[in-house]
């Protein structure tokens, strides 16, 4: 990642789950000033601010939680890029801090999404039975309700299906057992919004949202904010050794987008820009994914936890269904996944993800994760992404 290698010295995510009573200001300030407490810093140290929300706060989210935590005068960098927003605000922190515009950066991302359903989309039903052309140039149809959903379970129960389709193996059974993992991981994480262990019958036999997805395979629309101070080399010598034993190396930092490929309109393509983003990030960190001794991936819902196995090279290509059978993917197996409970059961309050995700992987790799303590945990990835669509992929070394 170039000369200087960037350290994660401050980071926090609030509890996941419902706050009724607080606003994104209130959840972001939490998060951001523990944050800060963590890295034994004050707001007169940063020297940049990149701040995520997605679905609440209009303009200026990272002003006004500067006019509640401090205000210095600092650049703020307000950020909003689907799924993976919570990554590209530390990718706005990390590039400031390479950049040599400053030695200490802050990323918050904030969400309020409890109660938000579907995420307030009302379903796939077109506005009538006849054809009516609109959209730029009049020239766009909706295709919605019509061929196939844009909505968000819709979309990925389809992609984990295609999958199925390609290789074999996939059965509602299998994506509701995934769902069985993660739930199970949950009851060792007191931040999830959802801590209850559930039984695959309960899985299977909850509200069907999209087959295969029943509501707990899906993520939680919650409230949750999470935030992170980074700096370089430089600056951490400097800094007390308490911070410093504590430090987690950025070794790579991958934002992608998809590239230009034969469309499909009706199923996007969250596969070649998250293998993108997982080769670009092994070959800047010079570590392969036999080298990771845990991984926090987007398990939006249980079938794209399988396909991400596969897009992140957990497993050889086509071999993912494999690759969860064997029992990696569990907290006492070979490749632990999503130990935090995953989206589905942490929640997703959408622009925090991204920080969260790595958030759990600092804190296995402080050796700080508790009764869910991956033991001797050294090399960790984070994953998110986002229809749109953006791909965010980090890994992160814990100091020699
Ligand atoms: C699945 C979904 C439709 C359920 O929404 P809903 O019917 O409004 O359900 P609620 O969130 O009100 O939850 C109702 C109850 O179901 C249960 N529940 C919901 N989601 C759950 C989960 N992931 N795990 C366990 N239990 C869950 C809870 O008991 C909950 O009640 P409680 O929160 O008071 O305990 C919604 O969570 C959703 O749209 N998820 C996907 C969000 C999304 O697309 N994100 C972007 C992905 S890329």
Redesign the pocket.
């Known amino acids: 990642m170039g000369s200087e290698d960037i350290w994660i010295i401050g980071s926090n995510m609030t509890k996941f789950g ?1 706050h009724p009573e607080r606003d994104v200001v209130d959840l972001a300030s939490e998060a951001s000033v523990a944050a800060l407490h963590d890295a034994e810093m004050t707001m007169s140290d940063i020297g940049v601010i990149g701040v995520g929300n997605l679905m609440n706060a209009g303009a200026g989210i990272g002003q006004q939680l500067q006019k509640q935590i401090g205000q210095t005068g600092i650049p703020v960098f307000n950020v909003s890029n689907a ?1 993976a927003t919570g990554a590209t605000a530390l990718r706005v922190a990390i590039m400031a801090v390479k950049a040599g515009e400053t030695d200490v950066g802050m990323a918050v991302g904030v969400e309020k999404l ?6 307030g989309q009302k379903g796939p039903k077109p506005k009538s039975e006849t054809w009516e052309p609109s959209g730029r140039f009049g020239a766009i149809g909706s295709t919605e309700g019509r061929i196939g959903t844009n909505i ?2 819709g979309v ?1 129960a389809q992609i984990g299906m295609e999958y199925g389709h390609k290789y074999g193996g996939t059965s509602f059974e299998l994506f509701a057992k995934i769902s069985e993992k993660n ?1 199970a991981h949950s009851t060792l994480n007191p931040l999830a ?2 801590q ?1 262990r ?1 039984t695959l019958d309960e899985i299977m036999n909850d ?1 069907m ?1 999209a087959y295969p997805n029943t ?2 395979m ?4 919650c409230d949750g904010a999470a935030a992170m101070i980074v700096v370089n080399d430089s600056k951490l010598k400097s800094l007390p050794a308490s911070v410093r034993k504590r430090a987690v190396k950025i070794s790579a930092s991958v934002l992608t987008s998809d590239p230009w490929a034969e469309g499909c309109q009706v199923l996007p393509d969250v596969n070649t820009l998250t293998r993108n983003a997982a080769t670009q990030a092994y070959e800047q960190a010079g570590i392969g994914p036999e080298d990771l001794d845990l991984v926090e991936l ?1 398990d ?2 249980a079938t794209a936890e399988l396909v991400h196995y596969d897009n992140l090279m957990l497993c050889e290509q086509g071999g993912a269904v494999d690759f969860f059978e064997s029992g990696a993917p569990w907290r006492d197996g070979s490749k632990p996944v999503n130990v935090s409970g995953g989206l ?2 942490k ?2 309050p ?1 622009a925090a993800t991204g920080i969260a995700n790595i958030h759990e992987i600092v804190t296995h790799l402080r050796g700080e994760a508790g009764d869910r303590q991956i033991v001797g945990a050294k090399v960790g990835l984070a994953h998110v992404i ?2 749109g669509s953006a791909c965010g992929v980090h890994i992160l070394e814990k100091a020699a």
């Open positions: 419902k799924c409890a109660g938000a359903g579907l995420l968000m379970p990925f739930h919004a959802y209850k559930f509200v949202i509501r707990p899906c993520s939680g629309n987007h939006c819902f589905q059961s929640g997703h959408i986002g229809l």
